[in-house]
């Protein structure tokens, strides 16, 4: 297994640290899902657990997924068997492997992030087989022609797409936020959606654990509707704990976001 070395490998440790959890929870009893290649992608984080022997698992990234997985991805598949998902920061996401209703219909999946990231998973699920077509899009979210990479790779502004951004957006400025999501409704047809999760502004404004210390900038829940409705997106609001399948996601910190094109 490989081990977690940030300096040297260069992948965000929240990355790492998703697959972990998701990882975690492959092994419970009785998992809410399992992810069999979380592990691998994970690496091992013995060194990390020795430095900050408080770590607990995160519930919430569980939940988020699950959410995705049992909510958001069933009735699309179903309703668009023939269209796009595109992920943008897909991070060390492995639905194109796992998802297993992927394999009924022909969606194809687009997993946008930098280079680094994307070799790393190429490298690890190289003799992995993918339920749907998959193509990994090398692009900084931050620079404006990530948008042409993703037409390069056949991306179709004619067809139906779902966009998912999990645990994205509260990790960028707001200001580049909307000019991406102002981007993707411009790319996106009649009955295409969106699923995002956003934090309460408070999370924006503490500094500890391994996630919240980056946080840039969150949204109320009564700010929702009139955010989204400026950018071209229709959206509603989910209290994350709402959907919490018994486990502690932390009351109002989180919600989900969920909402189609205008």
């Not at 939940?63 to 009735?75: C, E, M, Q, T």
């Not at 297993?100 to 190429?122: A, G, H, M, S, T």
């Not at 909307?178 to 924006?204: E, G, H, R, Y």
């Amino acid at each position: 297994m490989n081990t977690f070395n940030e300096k040297d490998e260069g992948i965000p440790f929240t990355a790492r640290l998703m697959a972990y959890y998701r990882a975690q929870e492959s092994k419970k009893d009785n998992p809410l899902f399992i992810d069999p290649f979380a592990e691998r992608l994970a690496g091992d984080l013995t060194l990390y657990f020795k430095k900050d022997e408080s770590f607990v698992i995160n519930d919430y990234t569980i939940i988020r997924s699950y959410y995705i997985d049992n909510s958001i991805l069933p009735y699309w598949c179903k309703t668009y068997p023939h269209s796009q998902i595109v992920i943008l920061g897909a991070g060390l996401d492995t639905r194109a492997y796992r998802f297993n209703p992927f394999q009924k219909c022909n969606n194809i999946i687009y997993e946008v992030d930098l280079q680094l990231i994307n070799q790393y998973k190429e490298d690890l699920l190289k003799n992995e087989k993918p339920l749907c077509r998959l193509s990994r899009v090398s692009a900084d979210l931050s620079n404006p022609d990530w948008t042409s990479k993703l037409i390069l790779s056949g991306f179709s502004s004619e067809i139906p797409v779902l966009w998912i951004m999990e645990g994205l957006v509260y990790y960028i400025e707001k200001e580049l936020i909307i000019t991406l999501l102002k981007n993707i409704a411009n790319m996106s047809i009649k009955n295409s959606q969106i699923f995002l999760d956003i934090c309460n502004p408070v999370c924006a404004e503490v500094s500890f654990g391994p996630f919240f210390r980056y946080f840039k900038w969150g949204l109320n829940k009564s700010e929702v509707s009139s955010f989204f409705t400026t950018l071209g997106w229709e959206v509603s609001s989910f209290n994350a704990e709402d959907y919490d399948q018994g486990r502690f996601v932390g009351p109002g910190l989180m919600l989900f976001i969920h909402g189609k094109r205008t």
